[in-house]
């Protein structure tokens, strides 16, 4: 009897932050589009299933990360810190870790990165701006400030080597929306996995940052330099509308927790301790 293989896309796709929330939703989803698919992160990830590799390793493990890229084609990279906290270990995972990420992709020849960045690279701008991708930084805290390092980086490494990089600076990205700012951060998981499947096989991408964001009203980013990569998101937060019926337009209180897109991150900062 003779058995067909279906022929994938990649050989090898490599998640890094295979173990958190975004991690789990993606580790089946992105099956089809590799042979194998790499799966890392510092957590315990449980038995490798079929087609799949598990290599637990620090981020900020020089070594450990260039083996982490051996035979890679792909790099989704989620691993890090992913809120607020001290400044030692933000570098040691967002800053040092990215680096490490960068190094080993140019010295193992990959050619396209896709950074999970986030809103928070920008949370200092008011909920009554409308911004877009090339509208400058405004970092609402150490871990904005990391992301807002590997936007930069990985600008770097496709200016100077022509590795192309998808920055997603993500939204809310969770099952449903569970405060008043998420109805307008929201970003589905269903829209999340289409912007990562185009970001991955748009034939050039550069280096474009593009805003992970479903199409809910009133929301504050504009992806139009982002256009390149033919994402549509399809879900919108208008269907968790009866979780906050008696809520009129966004904000409902006048603090900084709502003047500033980055919201309660606004509190969370070094000078709060
Ligand atoms: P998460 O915190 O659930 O997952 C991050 C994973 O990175 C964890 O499994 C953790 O063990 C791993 N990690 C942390 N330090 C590490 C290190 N030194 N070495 C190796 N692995 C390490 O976060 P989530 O929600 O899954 O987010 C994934 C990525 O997307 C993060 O980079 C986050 O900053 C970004 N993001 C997520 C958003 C969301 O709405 N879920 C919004 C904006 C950005
Ligand atoms: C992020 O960057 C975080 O990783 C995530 O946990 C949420 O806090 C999200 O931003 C948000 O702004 O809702």
Redesign the pocket.
């Given at each position: 009897m003779t058995t067909t293989s279906i022929e994938k896309p990649f050989n090898r796709i490599l998640l890094?932050?295979a173990?958190?929330?975004?991690?789990k939703v993606l580790r089946e989803r992105i099956k089809a589009w590799a042979n194998i698919v790499r799966l890392s992160?510092?957590?315990d990830l449980g038995a490798a299933g079929v087609g799949e590799e598990i290599v637990q390793?620090?981020?900020?493990d020089k070594a450990a990360v260039l083996a982490l890229m051996e035979g890679v084609d792909v790099v989704l990279h989620?691993?890090?810190?992913?809120t607020e906290a001290n400044f030692e270990a933000i570098m040691?995972?967002n800053i040092q870790?990215t680096y490490n990420i960068y190094e080993a992709v140019h010295k193992h020849h990959v050619k396209r990165v896709i950074f999970?960045?986030?809103?928070h690279a920008v949370g200092y701008y008011r909920t009554t701006d409308y911004i877009d991708a090339d509208m400058p930084t405004r970092p609402d805290g150490m871990y904005g400030i990391s992301k807002c390092f590997g936007e930069s980086l990985s600008r770097y490494y496709y200016d100077r080597f022509g590795i192309e990089t998808v920055c997603i600076r993500?939204?809310?990205?969770?099952p449903v929306p569970t405060t008043r700012r998420m109805m307008v951060t929201y970003?589905s998981y269903d829209d999340l996995f289409e912007l990562l499947r185009c970001s991955v096989f748009a034939p050039r991408v550069g280096h474009t940052i593009s805003f992970g964001v479903s199409d809910n009203p009133g929301k504050w980013w504009d992806n139009k330099k982002a256009a390149h990569l033919g994402f549509q998101a399809k879900d919108s937060s208008t269907a968790f509308t009866h979780l906050f019926p008696d809520s009129s337009a966004y904000p409902e209180k006048d603090d900084i927790t709502t003047i500033y897109q980055g919201g309660g991150f606004l509190l969370t900062g070094p000078q709060y301790k």
């Open positions: 890094t932050g173990a958190g929330g975004l991690g992160d510092i957590a390793c620090d981020l900020a989620f691993g890090g810190i992913s040691h995972a870790g999970a960045s986030s809103n993500i939204g809310s990205s969770f970003f």
